[in-house]
């Protein structure tokens, strides 16, 4: 929720024209410290030192809590993937080490009910998107696409990256996870 409340409305955002700002990490943290200290404030902190505006959508928030909880790096956020051509557009995730690009689909991406593109058919949008994906997968190393049923199991998501060469540090991952993903 704070990613969201803290990310720019763009058009098509049901908050594109409203007369609000958007709220600063700065003016979180400081409204935090003159309500503390209260139960949960603590982990409110953690989340005001986590959260960034960057985050396009939910599923990319959940996505860096999983990143985080399976140890792997930090990602970049929102990179532009150049080419010949021009820009190809912002990449979700970006690994410069690994140069790996990693994009979250939601199904509100394509659906008819999607909150951006709303003047283009499914059909026109999925072609938009696998002419990117394809522009991408030229100019990166390697390329993956997750979504909410990967996203929403640890072991889903490790066992789909973990290929792609991004390494869990070794207190992230313990017990039966662990194993499971031949790990220990």
Not at 110 to 137: A, F, V
Request: charged share 25%; proline share 6%.
């Amino acid at each position: 929720m704070v990613d969201d409340g803290l990310r720019t409305a763009r058009k098509g955002d049901p908050r594109w024209g409203w007369a609000t700002s958007n709220v600063d990490v700065e003016t979180l943290a400081s409204t935090l410290q003159l309500l503390a200290p209260y139960a949960g404030s603590v982990k409110a902190q953690r989340v005001l030192d986590f959260c960034t505006g960057k985050s396009g959508s939910p599923g990319e928030s959940v996505a860096r809590v999983q990143f985080f909880a399976l140890g792997f790096p930090p990602p970049q956020l929102q990179v532009e993937i150049r080419d010949e051509r021009g820009s190809i557009g912002y990449a979700d995730f970006y690994w410069p080490e690994l140069d790996l690009v990693v994009e979250f689909d939601g199904r509100s991406k394509y659906g008819d009910s999607r909150r951006y593109q709303r003047n283009l058919s499914p059909r026109t949008i999925l072609l938009e998107e696998k002419g990117r994906e394809d522009r991408m997968r030229r100019v990166v190393a390697s390329f993956a696409r997750i979504d909410w049923q990967k996203t929403s199991n640890r072991r889903v998501l490790a066992s789909h990256l973990l290929p792609f060469g991004l390494k869990p540090a070794p207190r992230a991952l313990q017990g039966e996870t662990a194993r499971a993903l031949g790990i220990i």
